[in-house]
């Protein structure tokens, strides 16, 4: 934390600190009115309402009462599930005291908003214009719900958090640009099918961040530190074919959700955990890891190894040889012992390439937008690392694909040039292979030099969650539909709660559609919409599943749906893009989006 007179001209402002807050906006609807018909009735609720909620909600939830005015109140917390979990103990508050009056017209109802943002503190109030948008976005809820910002909706946890419903983006009073919204869904998460793969019988590992240690919880270098040593770590287990290992993004998100080990192993599926903590200064770090069972704890291995900071970036981090050799024999022994016993039956250049991709991924146009200049600055840092130029060859992929592109064939150009960048600089990287795949599926309808590509990045990585999605989805493009699902059932697996999980839910609705599973093919498409409403593609095959399932209604809606997103297109759009068209159910699939009502022309 900084003080103010570190970013504010050179003056010093005592008391005052930036801070990353999650604001919590409570609003009561209608307060004006009700207080004139029940003044007296109303302030006795609302004093009530919030002596409990300071008293019996905030203080579980490290949360803080800023202010409380006559109809509503601001509230901060340290991590946005703190604030929502906070939120909804506040609606239940509410409803319990609305059960207690006798009658109906007294009733009090609530709007909530959230949003994470770097906000000012001091000891009595917050202040900055990410107060503003808490409160707008209260103000954009219906009575009863809560409303979040993209910005905290990224943050919730898939499968343990609630779900949130893409609202759009939407235009708030007094702000220039409209603002990405999401309605918080009542009820319990859904979690995805996961069918037992009971031919890959091969223990799962989750690699979390090594976290620093006391006292240097706080040390943001650190931090990195132990986030990059995590990362190098499973860069070298990866190719041990005789380990799945859990996506980074997906155990990065678990990890800091400090859940139970019960729950950790339930949420990532994994067997076992390698985790640790990290202590130092700006010259050399100590790093001790374990393995542990991922439900119960055990201590299966524990080492303190050290090193230099520049020999933790450097290419070869022997520290990270060390440890990665210890996991794999650990687990290994683990699995012997257990077969014989058991019966039959680079720190800133990291967040610019995770800010790049997750926000490209939004498919919202400003953000699209902004994720090509952070793809842009990485790439200009490490013009020899070749993941900015796949990422960047997506990027225009993207485009053409979400019918942004101002100038199509350029974009395609320039994803194709980029693509093959990206491997002359690293041939061997199972990413950038996923990715040329993509370019060469999407942009010239080469599917035998696509599939060959993701095989190729497979055989490199069989861990290349992205790969196992896109050769799925090119294998139903050939009518390959039960192995087209297996593939895309193998993604999700090895990427249980990653951020952009509605992208593997897109692909899963695509193979779904090309082995006939109408009905799931609706439901991963419907998930997708739920968590993004902006990607074109997906309201296509949900248009399609259901014109074939015999639901033309639904389908007609759909479409009106697709052509607001993209009014330009039309079947002919669909056959000219689509890399299926020319297979045996690229006709079919052209019919149902006719008869769903799909212009044949733009």
Not at 271 to 296: K, Y
Not at 396 to 413: K, M, P, Y
Request: net charge negative.
């Amino acid at each position: 934390m900084s003080t103010v007179g570190e970013w504010e001209d050179s003056n010093c402002w005592p008391g005052l600190s930036r801070a990353r807050r999650a604001l919590l906006v409570v609003d009561l609807v209608e307060s004006v009115r009700k207080m004139q018909r029940f003044e007296a009735e109303v302030i006795q609720t609302w004093r009530r309402f919030v002596q409990q909620v300071r008293d019996n909600v905030l203080p579980a939830h490290a949360g803080r009462l800023v202010k409380s005015l006559g109809d509503g109140m601001l509230i901060e917390f340290e991590r946005v599930h703190e604030a929502v979990e906070a939120a909804q103990k506040i609606k239940l508050v509410l409803e319990r005291l609305n059960q207690d009056s006798r009658r109906a017209e007294l009733a009090l109802q609530l709007r909530l908003g959230i949003h994470v943002a770097d906000v000012v503190v001091d000891e009595l109030d917050v202040y900055g214009s990410g107060v503003n948008l808490a409160a707008r976005l209260a103000s954009l809820a219906v009575p009863g719900d809560i409303v979040l910002s993209a910005d905290a909706r990224d943050q919730l946890l898939p499968g343990t958090d609630p779900d949130a419903e893409d609202l759009g983006e939407c235009w708030l009073k007094h702000f220039d640009e409209p603002v990405r919204a999401y309605r918080l869904i009542d009820g319990a998460p859904r979690t995805d099918p996961m069918p037992v793969d009971r031919t890959d019988l091969r223990p799962v590992l989750a690699i979390l961040p090594f976290l620093p240690a006391a006292p240097f919880e706080s040390d943001p270098q650190l931090s990195c530190l132990g986030e990059l040593f995590a990362s190098e770590v499973q860069a070298l287990i990866l190719p041990n074919a005789s380990l799945k290992v859990i996506a980074r993004p997906s155990a990065k998100a678990a990890a800091e959700r400090s859940l139970a080990p019960e729950r950790l192993s339930d949420v990532l599926r994994a067997d076992f955990v390698l985790s640790g903590t990290i202590e130092g200064d700006i010259a050399r770090v100590r790093i001790r890891a374990s393995v542990r069972s991922a439900r119960n704890q055990d201590l299966l291995w524990e080492q303190e190894v050290s090193a230099t900071v520049s020999e933790l970036h450097s290419d070869s981090c022997e520290v990270a040889h060390v440890v990665a050799i210890a996991v794999g024999d650990t687990i290994l022994d683990r699995q012997m012992r257990m077969a014989r016993l058991t019966p039959l039956p680079n720190m800133h250049a990291h967040a610019l390439l995770y800010g790049g991709v997750s926000l490209m991924h939004r498919f919202s146009r400003g953000d699209f937008l902004r994720a090509r200049e952070l793809l842009h600055a990485l790439q200009e840092r490490v013009p020899r690392h070749g993941l900015p130029y796949a990422w960047l060859a997506r990027w225009h992929l993207f485009a053409v694909i979400q019918g942004w592109s101002t100038d199509v064939g350029t974009d395609c150009r320039q994803a194709q040039d980029l693509a093959r960048r990206a491997l002359d600089l690293d041939p061997e990287s199972s990413l950038a292979l996923a990715i040329a795949g993509s370019v060469h599926l999407q942009l010239q309808h080469d599917v035998t030099q696509a599939e060959a590509l993701y095989r190729k990045a497979l055989e490199i990585n069989p861990q290349e969650s992205l790969a196992w999605l896109l050769l799925g989805t090119a294998l139903g493009f050939q009518s390959q539909g039960e192995e087209a699902v297996r593939h895309s059932e193998m993604a999700l697996s090895l990427s249980p709660v990653d951020p952009m999980r509605f992208f593997y839910h897109v692909h899963g609705s695509a193979t779904a559609l090309a082995a006939g599973r109408y009905d799931r093919a609706i439901d991963f498409a419907q998930r997708a919409l739920t968590a993004n409403r902006q990607h074109t593609s997906t309201y296509r095959s949900l248009a399609i599943a259901q014109s074939l399932s015999g639901r033309l209604d639904d389908a007609r809606k759909t479409v009106e749906q697709m052509l607001v997103q993209d009014p330009s297109y039309s079947v002919c759009t669909f056959l000219e893009r689509s890399p299926g068209a020319k297979f045996g159910q690229g006709e079919r699939f052209a019919q149902a989006l006719r008869e769903a009502g799909l212009p044949e022309t733009a």
